[in-house]
């Protein structure tokens, strides 16, 4: 009788090993230039790399960039359309892949780009319109409210083309909540908000800024996993800053290089950073000419050491994820319409093409929840 409980427990166990390893990713895509419905929900299996199409929204204006809530229950998204822009708010059933409109308001700034989310509020940086806009969430139905507070950034850099005025990039919450974070690829900055969730129209208070070599534009960023340190990726000429950050809200440039390898001659539009679920990797991904990958290991003085640059094997990719086990990571293609499924060794950092693509009209982002 043991036997035939322990074989039964060893099956559950390995139902359930598997079941915790499907999650759901999230690619928002553009759909101006080909055929899309908007928001794609694809089931993905972390031990295999194998995945099925669940659901999808409809008729939905470029949801670029998206954001899920903590409870797994809503989605926002920008909708990039120039003057037209909207922040999104939908429904989301995890278990079906259903995505339910539930409202949007104006952007009140031209191609939103990047979008957080908590309780409380729902944080936008809109790219042409070089400001940050914020919404409050309205009671429990995951809806937004109008923007209750806009941060105009003024000014311009040395880049005559690309740095006539503020564009800002990314918002992003410190670890502890307590600020946001800014990139301005215009300005050259990043902006430090002290973050005030309760307030009713200060809700974002500017504590201070840092400044980065002229003409590099500062794009995406993300907090190691102690958060202690920053790593800042530019758009413009492929820097890769670290900082020490502390939690009073302070950033200090402690290093820099490039992304670029010694060689190499072409246009470089640096694009995405996320590090590994274990905190040991950083991944940036380059578009233009390069369309790479750059894999560094974090050393644990916050230094980073260059492990290999891959091809990502197709044009633009703006976003890339990691699967939450780490197994995988998946490269979305703006410009030749797949995602491709790259096998990660957890130990070295490496990444292998598993062969394995998704075929998809503009992938913009890219982002993993629980099923």
Do not use: W
């Amino acid at each position: 009788m043991k036997k035939i409980y322990l074989v039964l427990f060893s099956a559950l166990a390995v139902t359930t090993a598997e079941a915790q390893n499907k999650f759901n990713l999230l690619v928002g895509t553009y759909t101006n230039t080909c055929q899309s419905n908007g928001i794609y929900v694809y089931e993905f299996d972390a031990n295999s790399g194998e995945f099925k199409l669940k659901n999808s929204s409809e008729n939905v204006v470029s949801p670029s960039y998206l954001s899920v809530s903590a409870d797994n229950k809503f989605i926002y998204a920008v909708n990039e359309n120039g003057t037209q822009s909207t922040v999104s708010a939908f429904g989301y059933d995890s278990t079906s892949g259903k995505i339910n409109f539930l409202n949007k308001n104006d952007a009140l700034g031209a191609d939103p780009c990047h979008l957080i989310n908590d309780d409380k509020n729902v944080i936008a940086a809109n790219y042409s319109g070089g400001n940050i806009v914020v919404y409050n969430k309205k009671n429990t139905d995951g809806s937004i409210s109008e923007v209750q507070q806009l941060i105009q950034h003024e000014g311009k850099g040395s880049n005559a083309a690309r740095q006539e005025k503020a564009h800002v990039h990314m918002v992003v919450f410190s670890p502890d909540k307590k600020f946001v974070l800014s990139n301005d690829l215009g300005l050259d900055k990043v902006f430090i908000y002290k973050y005030n969730p309760t307030s009713k129209n200060e809700i974002l208070t500017l504590k201070g800024s840092v400044d980065v070599k002229p003409g590099s534009g500062p794009r995406h960023l993300t907090f190691s996993k102690d958060g202690k340190f920053v790593y800042l990726v530019q758009e413009l000429d492929g820097t890769l800053t670290t900082f020490s950050y502390n939690k009073t809200g302070s950033l200090k440039v402690i290093a820099e290089t490039s992304i670029l390898p010694k060689s190499f001659k072409g246009g470089t539009s640096a694009a995405a950073i996320k590090i590994s679920p274990d905190g040991n990797f950083l991944y940036v991904s380059d578009r233009a000419d390069a369309n790479a990958v750059s894999v560094y290991k974090i050393l644990k003085n916050g230094n980073i050491e260059l492990v290999e640059q891959q091809s990502t094997l197709g044009k633009g990719p703006r976003d890339f994820a990691i699967d939450p086990t780490g197994n995988y990571l998946l490269v979305g293609h703006q410009y030749t319409n797949d995602i491709v499924i790259f096998k990660r060794d957890i130990a070295t950092g490496k990444i292998t093409d598993t062969g394995k693509r998704i075929q998809l009209c503009s992938p913009v982002g890219l982002v993993f929840t629980k099923i």
